[in-house]
């Protein structure tokens, strides 16, 4: 009996290790996965832009407009949708996604780094936007350091501010 328990658990974990720890990378040509409306972690980790410091966050990103001096292209934006789209393997249209900063711009995310973006599926207004704009201002404040509010929202965007 106690033999069919191990078979049953190590069963068990198996499956678990098929459903969970794919899919993999999108750069060994593997497929990415959402999980609910977070991006894969394994496809779209976050990436800090290094031009962003805790020492000059007053003269980057808490400076109205800063973040139009270093937005991508929407060229470049749209042409990286399209390829993740494919990897993420949605089929509905380009149209139906934003080309969204994982870690944004306004906390001191990368700008291109194919790392730090996702087709993030639309939603208007964006969810994600206000949660961005907390978390800048409690950076911008001294409330949260630049570090802990770029691994938050990292981790999770949807529990970034509690």
Known sequence: MRALIIIGLASCALLLLVL???PVPASTGGVCQMRGLLPDPLC???VTNPNVTQSNIH???CVSGWTTTIRPLVSYTNALKQKQMKEYGFTDSINAHEEDH???LSIGGHPTDPKNLWPQPDAAPNPKDAVEGQLRAK???GAMSLATAQQRIATNWQTANN
């Open 59 to 61: 003269s980057t990103i």
């Open 44 to 46: 779209t980790q976050g």
């Open 102 to 104: 994982l870690i944004p």
């Open 139 to 141: 950076v911008c404040s």
């Open 20 to 22: 969970f720890i794919q």
